[in-house]
Structure formats: structure tokens, C-alpha cells
């Protein structure tokens, strides 16, 4: 069920017997010469639709622009201070609850979100609003992505070109695969970004001059949607995992 | 031409040549029985959209969750308390000068968030970081609307329905416009908001008990289209205007 | 009654009694070549105190420096950002009801202040510690003000330059009335204050070049007499509608 | 010269001649059963505008409430939190340097917004933006104020009496100075305040009944009188020493 | 019991039966040429350390670094700004709450932390969160300080020599004693600190060309020892007192 | 170079040649039933104090007190908000330019300040006023770290066990180590801390009974000298390679 869609009178049955809401949001910032740079909320908002469809669980609207101030030397890349995006999620998730939601699921997209979702969500818990977690479509099926790639890229690589190729195939410039590879860092290895145990980058351009690192030939459409599959299943269970939780059992744990 | 779109090298043209944004922001709120609580989003993202193809500036994704505490009491409502909008308006703002933008209009479809963004603006004016101004459809065009309606409610009333009904026509439930009228505010003058010269409510719902003003039944898809293009038209000169404007000129002026 | 004349003993019979409080505040901020600064404080602690004599209800001293920022460009003008004034109204209204007030009447004689006093109160109505409104005194009485006045300009315009040559006559440069209106922006209609749609000023100085708007030649202590009883009697009566309700019905409605 | 009677051209001549401002700021807060809650802002007003007068200094309107929550227990008493104090007086005091202020001397009647005023004005200078000192009439003739009373008080004693005996005295109870001084703390040595080089206590009402300390019976209008112009000798000295310095003078030292 | 050298579990039996900590702090700043700049946490330390191991109480670990921007132009003075000082130390109190812990004495050294310390113990006090108070070696033995020492200096002075000279006697440069005076302000009264009442300066170094006042020749490692032993004697009296204390007559007192 | 020991003149010349600092900071936490609650501050300090020894680099006194919410459930935990955490070490790296400072190594021994310590650093090189990082000393040595355990466990593992045997060997239980493995959680692997993707747990309290993860038998102090001589040798070559950079090497890169 899509929250944007619907008259506030035909949400009423929703709210009356299920807690449980899908927030999408991931970034707009720039991934490389190919990728759109919608890439990440158009992820997430493709795996919150579909899971909503597939169960029937609250999908609210996408927050396109998130944490991504270490892709600001790229063209176009939006983004807001983490303090700014840690108050908006954090109002938006405790207002959600007006409703009786007592537990979210953020459907994030870019890795870039996770400390401050992780700290809001740890927040709402302790202060007993809401249980909030957050999930990576990637993160759900890391033996899946290593077997399909040899360089995946933390970002975009093969992982997220796959992905727009099956879900926006319009929007990838499938000719640039080879100049993405060739001008970014195929091997994440090789990029030395830890120095004697410290991590001395901050942007992403201290580390791929566009943006990009992996290995962008190895992906297709085919793959795209073996993952999106995959994790689609995956979020499908967790819904349900989490749906099945008493609401004291995902507080916190007792003083010892 | 939209950010969300494009990959970051296609973005250096446009930023070397053009300092102008445009930024779609609405919300996610009830609005009434029978349109959908993507309404003002989805009628900002059409104006926003719509005239970055005719005039080909940038157009950014949408800002979907705004100022909404005032509807709170009706399922599905989404917001965020108002230092956490401006937060996040003021840091996006602000961030996209890094790309050479100095001057953006808010597309702004939803009234409670006007204020903040008038406070966000004139802050970045101040600081001569840009120039920021917002917009909304209706009051672009207001001898039109009038024309149209005898009493276009200032929420979920014919305004918004027509265009509702002729952006997004399977979203509005046209069976519910008579009850939408009879059971909301038909006229605002006989609401009673105001008291000796205060405004005594906070919330719509203190107003009106289905979440609505005005009278739906005078909606027509037609006259939906017939707002569109008056005010895209008055987008248009705005942005031409805009664009026209020497940054100095639009800084604030010398003390006296 | 006025708090700042009385000593604590003497307050104890109000506040078991009684729990409205009247808290006059304006701006300090230039209006014009003819008008004081301390305008609109003037204002307001004459309606407050007038009412407070009146009624009976305690009458705070006055916030005289409120946000004005719009003012900058002309000499003396003071002010604060909002979100300083918000801090101070918000924690000076929590604060007053250690001693049992639950409502309380803002009396406000200038406009820059009213969205933050929205702000304000929405968020104690919210919180269920106050129901705090806004009162200004001109929207009380709209038609009284459109009878007397061809053009009252919405800032030291003859509405203002009226009342303050009632209170404070000696404070009026009635010689310079004349040049206030043609050095001015006589007409607010012709000020061109909106473009498009969008209201593209953020300063006074940006429409008008003495900072007044209006025709000041209009104005009179006589008609500045019968501005300051009718609205009087405004505030009167909403002490008294305020006085008469039940808390809980001042508090936000439910869920539907 | 006070800023709230004049004309915005009417102050032009000061702002290019002086740099120097008068705030005065007190608190609304109890001052036992004999004083009125205005007391502080009523002395500080009247400093600051004596000695405006007597100079030409510009003064400004006052700022009428403060931190003052140590008193809260006593009917009437008004305050803000410190957070929003500082703010309120950090931005107030930023803004008047528009108009070319950098030097601010508070004119301060209240011990409680002593170390907030001193935390603004650390923080102003060390910006270099302005030069805001604070200012109590006691401490600057602590003799003449050990050579009239024997046990003065630090708050509603004789010293602040004999002020308002002569400021104001239909404001003044002289009915009740004695039961002032025996149903509270007539000597502050006696009230054991500090336990072990510990301040035991954060409220006056830790330490008084009344909310008083002092002997009230040693107060009069003429030891008042003798206060008001000896201390407003020396603010008028300190406005002239402050004048004279250059304002790099004035600024931080250059670190060694 | 020192709280850092134990496991958890063999801290169950304090929190079982006690709710009093002792939390060290200081400073990091300059102390003239001949002492360390440690010294202000040094002592704190060592009175903490030295009164928990005699009384049992807690003593939890020691914050270093507190509010010295006063000390800024001195080589390796360490400082945060006051609202990060005390957001940090109220953060702490607060969460050592969740043990049990609703007592609290700030063993502090460094008058800079002061006015901070008492606004946070005022805001947790005011929330019934927990008392917490602040203590300072020398103001606990007042006259033993003024009969020991002559000219005894607020900073660096002979009070803090001898201190050190018996906790840290190596880090004491003895050989600079002499010049730590000459150079300095060897008698504070002469300092003309404060200029007709007002307290011109912000900074050590608008007051001292060493950063420190008093008579160093004057101190000694047996001043010191007898300091620091009087002075612990006071320290746990205050811990016996305050163990003794109900909660309830720790919290605020009612309303009159 | 120890900060503390030194008197202010004895730095200058560090800060006339230098520009390092290494600024110590861990947490005081449970570490399970066998090691203190300053095991990382501990080791935190000790790799600091080490490497400026052997380098000649400055190092500040520790920060103690880092974000350990996720601890709270055990007793003696201390922790502040991760707000009030950045807040302190900001303004405490900030501050710490005044004296000539333009690069400091957060000598880090707790996970949890990670994400904090990168946000504050980002912010700071994206002004230009510092370049921070953070580094951890067992991922400067992850391969010896992997041969030396089977199971070293992400916290109170066999890694830091046998850190604290090395440093501290009175501070360690060693008669508990099998208690600690066998009642905590041996392999992190059978903990299932993530489900379907997604972190579920917030606070060590969700994963393991008795705080503690690996197996602490596998600990000695011999390996601890182990990983405290390799870790110390990265420290070294880190503080080489950064005194080695150019200022506006260590700055963001330019905008593409």
C-alpha cells in the first residue's frame, strides 16, 4: 500500500491493524559518467514499492536527498549536513507514530545514511517512540553480489549499474561502461585509502577522479534483476520478521 | 532538464552557463475523502517538471514531507516540526552553490510551508549566499482561480481537486466530491476561524471535521488544465525574470 | 492588572483565581521619517495595559525587540533572528505557567512577529503546557480600519501614524507626514511587491526607500481614539471567550 | 538620547559621530513582600536613561526579562532559560552593529544574567564583531553601598528599597519593610549557603522564606538618592573611558 | 572506589547500595611559566581519588578539558566552548542516572567551569533528574588560604604552586618562581581589573603578561600538604552530608 | 611531548616547528567481567603517550568519556549523547589551531566514537581549519590481529584482554576469562546480530549476556606486547606521513 496514493479515510483499516511502515530514501548525489544521479533513491523507492505490493505493508513517499557532502566536487550532487538529516528523519519518524506506527523499516539506498539513521533509530528506541532499523538491499545478499562480481565497487560499480539497467534502463548510458572502469578505480584495493590503519579520505574524490569505483563492464540487466529479486525476498522477510515481534520486545534490554 | 536524470559530466554545460534551480517541495498530508496525500508533492513536482522542459532549466527531485503538524489528526498525515524543515531546506540550499547555483525557486505547492521557507531565504539572501524565493501555483494566478470558483477552500477544495483530476486522474475519488463538500467547510467565511482578530485554531482539524474547505463539486479535470498552463505560463516569466536579474541586484540593499 | 507594578503576595489571589495573561510585545524598528522606533511597542502596551485595566487580567511587561530583521537597512532599527525570538517567547510562556497560567494572550502590534507566534503557540498546544494566541490589534477590526483609511499601507502607514498621535503625540513629527507619503509608497498596490506569483522582496527597503508604505496625510489623533476603543473592545471580548473555556477544549482534537 | 523616541533620519547624525550603545536590562521577578516585580528593570531603566540624558549616549529600549528561575517559586516571577537569554542578547546586540555600534555596555540590574551577558560578550569580541561589557550600579560604589547599610542583601534588601523608594516609591510597601526583614534572611552570613565550599543551593527559596535577605528597615529614599547618583557618576565615567578607546584597543590580545 | 579499574559486575554492590559519584574535572591550560598546564585536573584528580579511597564513594574518570577560551593566547591552552562543555557534562550526569546514581559532586579545580557546572546541576535539579553540586578545594577552606598565603592569586598563584609542589613536585619549575611574580601580577587588587564597576577585561592575558597573578615565592610543598589535607577533610563532609540528605529534600522546594 | 607536564613557555617552540597533535581518547565502558572499564582509555593513552615519546609529536591529555549508550545496561557505563560528543570535540579541535595546530590523529580506542570522529573531521577540513582523522590501532594491524586469535571479538575480546595484561596486568581478572567466553559470546559469526540484511540490535545488551564477544582465553600479555609494539610502529609511520604533507595537500580537492 502506497501512502501517496491514498485518501486519508482508506488508510484508517491500515493503521487499525498493522505498525509497520517502509520509509524509502537514499541520495541524489553523482555516480559516475553512466549512473544517473537519482540512482540511489530510484533503488530504494523500487524495493519499498515492491515489497508494499507484495505484502501489503505501509510504503510512505521517498526522501530523495540525504548524507552526501563526499560527493560534492561532482556536478549536481545535492545534499544536506548530518545534523540537518538526522532532525528530518528523526521528526519525520517520530511523527509517523501520530498514526500508531511503532516500528520502521528505512529502505535506504546510500551507504552514506547509515551512521545517522543508526543514530536516530538508536533514539527512538531508547526514548520507546518507535523501533526504527535500517536495511541495504546489498547488505541483504552479500554472497549473492560477490558471486555475480568479481569488483563490485562500493559505488557505481557493477552492484548499482546492474540495478538502473533493469529499473531505469533508459537512464544508464550503457556506452560509458568502459570509461567508467578505465578512468575510476576497477579495484577497490588498489586505491589505498587507509593509511597505516586510518582512513585519510574524506570525499570520494580523494580516492576516483569520476567518482566511481569497480568494475562497471561486469554488469547487466539480467543481474539487475537476479538482485533485485533476491533482496526483494529478503526486505519480504524482514517485514515479517518484524511484524511478529511484540512491540516490548524490540525495546530495549533491561538494566542488568 | 532534470538533475535527478542526468549523470554528473551532463551536468557541466548547464552549470557553466546557468545559475538557476528550480526545487519542487510540497507534502504529504491528508486532503480530504477523496484526493490523495501526495496531492501537493505530486502538483508541485508537475509545475516543476513542466517548466524545466519548456524553459530548460534545472529541475531538482522533490522535497515530498514538509510543515504538516497541522493536520495530524487525519491518518497518514506526514511532517517534520519546522526547525527540522528549515534545517534541511537551508543545508540543500545552501549546498547547491557548490555547483555555481545562485538563485532557486521553491515550486512550492503547500501553504504551512511557507513561512519557513521566507525565513530560509531571507537568511541566505543576508548572507549573500543566494537568492532563494518561493512560489506557489495559486497565487500566480489569482483572478483565474477566482473566475473558476465560488469558493476554492484554501485546502483539498475544487483548486486542488481540478488539478488533481487533471494531473493524476485515477488518484482522485470523484464519487466522494459531494460528501468531501457537505461534510468539510464549504465556505471558509462561515467557518468562524478567526475570533475578535486572532486566529483562534492551530490545526485543520479545529476547523473542519473531514480535513476540507470549499466546495469540490465545482472541480473539473478542464479546469485543472486551464490552471496548469496560467501558472506554468507564470513560472515561466518568473524564471525568466529571475535569470535576468545581475546576482547584485538581487542581494539586499545598502543601508541607508 | 499589572504584574510588574505588584508585589508576590499581592499575586496570589489572581493565580488562584484566574489564569490568563496578557504579554504585550511589538518591535522596536523604524516606521518612517515621522514615527518613533518604539512604535510598535507603544502599541502594544497600551492595548494590554488598557485591557488588563479593564478586565482585571494580569498584564506582563513588554517585549519591546522582536524580529525586525526587515528593517535592517534603516537606522536604530533592533532586532533579533527568529529562531532567538522563538527561544525567548516559547521559554518565557512556559515558564509563566509555574504560577498556574494556561493561557495567554500575545498582544502583538507587529507583523514580523506573528508566524514565529504561531510557531510558538502551536507547539505549547501541542506539548498541552499553554494555549497561547496572537492578537493583532488591526485584524480585529478590518472594516473600521478599510472606513477611515484610502491607503493604510501595511507599515507606518496613517493606521500606525493614528494611533501613536492618540498615545504619544509628542512622538509624531507631524510636519514631515507629507514627505513620509511621497517619498514613500503611498499605494501598496503599485509597489509591484509580487511578481509572478512570488513575493521577490525580503526587505522594507527593497519596496519602499523611507520604509513606510501608505498615506500618511490620512491620519488623525481622532480617528487613532476610535481605532484604539473599538479594538479594545476587541480584545476584551477575547479575553473573555478565552476565560470562559475549558482547558481541555483549548487542547488539540483528537485522532480521528 | 533614547533610541525608541526618535525618527529613523533623526538618528543618522549619532551612528556617524558615536559607535556607543546603552542596553538596559533587568528581570520581572519577586523582590519580597515590599518590592515590585519590575524592581530590576525599573532601576536599570533608569540608569541607562540618566545617563543617556546626561551624556547624549544613545539608550535603547529595555530588555524587561531575564534568567531569573532561581525565583520561581514566588508568585509572579517571570524568566527564560539561560540557551535562550544568551541567544536573544547575542543576537539583539549583533544586530545593532548595522547601524554601526561596536561598543555595548549593559546596563544590568540583575545578578542572574551576569555570567550569560559575560558569555555574550566573550563571544562578540573574540569575533571581533562588538565590544559588550556589563554593567551593575552596586558594584560600582561598593563603598558608598558597605558605608550605608549594615546588612544590605543581595537581593530585595535596603539597597534595592532605598532604589525604589526613590525611583518609584508608590511602587514601594513601606508597611511591610519589617516583616520583609524578619520573615526572611536579615543577615546572609547567617543563612548558611554554603556547605564545605559547596553552593548547597540553586533557589532562593533555599535559602529565604520571602524570597528576601537583608535588613529592609535600613532603607530610605534619600541613601536611594545618594545611590542613584553616585553610581550614575560612575556609569557616566565608564561611557567616557569606553568612548575614548580605540576599537582595536578593545579587542582580544594577540596570542603571545 | 575508583569507577575505572573495575569490571561491571563488581560495581553492582556500590550502585546497589549507594547514588553518590564524585566526578573530577579541570581544566588544560596555561599556569604561568612554572607550572604545568595539567595542574587545574591534576588536583581535581587528586582530591577525588583521595576522598573516594577514604570514603568508598565513586570516583569516576576525570574530564581534562573544560572552559579556558579565557587562557586562549597562552602556548597549548585546550578548551571547548561553553554550550559543548556543558551539552557534555550534562550529557554525562544524566546518563550516570541510568546506575542508580542521583547524587553528584563535581570535584572541579577551574573557576572557569563554574557558572557552567551550576547551570547544568540547576537544569538537572529542576528536571528531579539528579542533584548535582559543585565543590572547589579553596573555597572550602577559605581562611587556611588567606592564612597561609599573603597576595594568593585567583590563577597560577602560590595556592595552586603549593598544590602542585606536593602532588607533582617534578612538574614544578621552582627555579621560576621569582620571575612567575615579577613578571606577573604579584597583587590582584592592583591589577585595576575592574574599571567603575564594570569588568573590563575577558581574557588572563588583558590582565597579566604570564598569565598568572600572585606571590609564588610564597608557596611550598608543606602548604600544600596541609591545603590538600584540610581540604579533603571538608570534601568528605560534604560527601557524608550529602550521602545523608533524602532525595526529596535535595529537589526543588514547592511553590509558595 | 606531553601536553600536560609542560609550562606554557616551554611550548612555544613546539608550535613554532610543528603543527601535529595527537589527541588520545577512548570511552569508560564495560568490557565484561574480566577488564576494567577504562580498558579503551587506557589504551588509547598508552598508544599516544608511546608514540610522542618516540617521535618528539605532542599529545594532549585523553578524553575519557566517548558515546557508549550502547553499553548502558551494564553497570558503571559512563556515555554522553553523540550530539554532545561532537559538540566537545570540535570545539576542543578548533580551539586547538589558535596555538598553530593544523593536523591531529584522534588516537581512537573505541568503535563508537568512530562515526562521530568522521563527522567532526569531515566538517572541519571542509571549513579549512583542520585536518583530523581518526585511527584505531587494531585496524592498522588487521593481519597480525587475525593470526594471533582465532576469535578476537569486536569488544573485551582476546584483543583487548591481552592490550590491558600487557599494560595494565593488575587491572585484568585473568580468573575469569573462561567465564567471559563461555557466558558471553564466543564467535561473533553464530551471534546473528544482522537479520535479512538489516542491523536489528542497538545495544550490546541485544547480542551478549555479559557484555563481552570472542574468546578472552586466548589472551596474553605477550601477545599484547605484540600488537602494542606493531600497532605503535603504524602510529609512527602515520604521524611521519602527515607531518610529511603540505597543508593544502591535506585540503578538499577542487570541484571537477
Not at 479515510?9 to 541520495?27: I, K, M, Q, R, W
Not at 547509515?114 to 528506541?125: K, Q
Amino acid at each position: 500500500m502506497y501512502l501517496g496514493d491514498e485518501a486519508w479515510p482508506d488508510l484508517e483499516t491500515y493503521f487499525d491493524s498493522e505498525s509497520l511502515a517502509l520509509v524509502p530514501l537514499g541520495s541524489t548525489e553523482q555516480h559516475g559518467p553512466h549512473l544517473p544521479e537519482a540512482t540511489d533513491h530510484l533503488i530504494a523507492e523500487a524495493f519499498a514499492r515492491e515489497v508494499a505490493d507484495r505484502t501489503g505493508y505501509l510504503c510512505t513517499p521517498t526522501v530523495n536527498i540525504g548524507v552526501s557532502g563526499h560527493h560534492r566536487q561532482f556536478h549536481g550532487t545535492m545534499w544536506v549536513e548530518p545534523p540537518a538529516f538526522r532532525s528530518y528523519m528523526e521528526s519525520l519518524t517520530r511523527n509517523l507514530t501520530a498514526h500508531g506506527i511503532d516500528r520502521v523499516i528505512y529502505v535506504n539506498a546510500h551507504g552514506g545514511n547509515v551512521p545517522h539513521l543508526r543514530e536516530v533509530g538508536a533514539r527512538l528506541r531508547q526514548d520507546e517512540v518507535a523501533y526504527a532499523i535500517e536495511w541495504m538491499w546489498d547488505e541483504s545478499i552479500p554472497d549473492l553480489v560477490d558471486e555475480l562480481f568479481e569488483q563490485n565497487g562500493p559505488h557505481g560499480g557493477p552492484k548499482e549499474t546492474s540495478m538502473i539497467q533493469f529499473l531505469e534502463p533508459t537512464l544508464v548510458h550503457d556506452d560509458r561502461l568502459q570509461d567508467a572502469r578505465d578512468e575510476g578505480v576497477p579495484s577497490v584495493d588498489d586505491a589505498e585509502t587507509v593509511k597505516h590503519g586510518s582512513r585519510t579520505f574524506y570525499d570520494a574524490a580523494d580516492n576516483t577522479d569520476n567518482g566511481v569505483l569497480g568494475d562497471q563492464t561486469d554488469a547487466s540487466a539480467q543481474k539487475g534483476r537476479d538482485l533485485f529479486e533476491a533482496a526483494s525476498d529478503q526486505l519480504v522477510a524482514l517485514c515479517e520478521w518484524l511484524d511478529a515481534q511484540p512491540f516490548e520486545d524490540l525495546l530495549p534490554r533491561d538494566h542488568v
